[in-house]
């Protein structure tokens, strides 16, 4: 498995999880609360799967080694890229901020708030993912060398048991099929 395919394979389950929270969201207008243990466990994967673990591999090491590689084939588009990690950044400590103001019960005190922050969350994540898997993963072949790749295998390795612990990749895989189950 090459870097680019681990990292499309951890935007299919992203993706499991950004159809369940469309899912959620419409369940919960409907219903007029919110299913608290849910929304708990789909942040902590937003935070953590997500932004420390996914966001981590690619900016400290894949966006890093293929700039390093070649600027010009795709400087202009990591750059893009990492200011969509910082706007998707800013929507999920919004939608953290909205979520949290839910009450105990599961009661809904502003409903739009939540919607607009985590729909726009997944919006932004969801066209994001296509850009990479489009645009800049295919690259990875003709830039990165077979040893570049082998040492970005490697840190992944290492950022994930640095920011998940022993185990916590599938763990997180657990979570996301539980969550697009649910």
Not at 109 to 137: C, M, W
Not at 158 to 178: D, P
């Amino acid at each position: 498995m090459s870097p680019a395919d681990e990292l499309k394979h951890e935007h299919k389950t992203i993706l499991m999880v950004l159809g369940a929270a469309e899912r959620k969201i419409a369940e919960w207008k409907v219903a007029g609360r919110v299913d608290r243990p849910y929304m708990a466990e789909m942040v902590d994967f937003f935070m953590n799967f997500i932004d420390r673990c996914h966001h981590t591999k690619e900016e400290k090491h894949y966006f890093k080694k293929m700039t390093d590689r070649n600027k010009e084939a795709v400087l202009s588009l990591v750059a893009v890229l990492l200011q969509e990690h910082e706007e998707e950044r800013r929507r999920l400590k919004a939608t953290v901020e909205s979520l949290s103001r839910v009450k105990a019960e599961g009661m809904l005190p502003d409903f739009d708030a939540i919607e607009k922050n985590l729909l726009g969350y997944v919006t932004l994540i969801r066209d994001h993912i296509v850009k990479e898997d489009q645009s800049l993963y295919p690259l990875t072949d003709r830039i990165l060398t077979t040893d570049d790749q082998r040492a970005l295998m490697e840190a992944f390795k290492k950022i994930e048991l640095k920011e998940m612990g022993h185990g916590g990749h599938e763990k997180y895989e657990e979570v996301a099929r539980r969550l697009a189950g649910s």
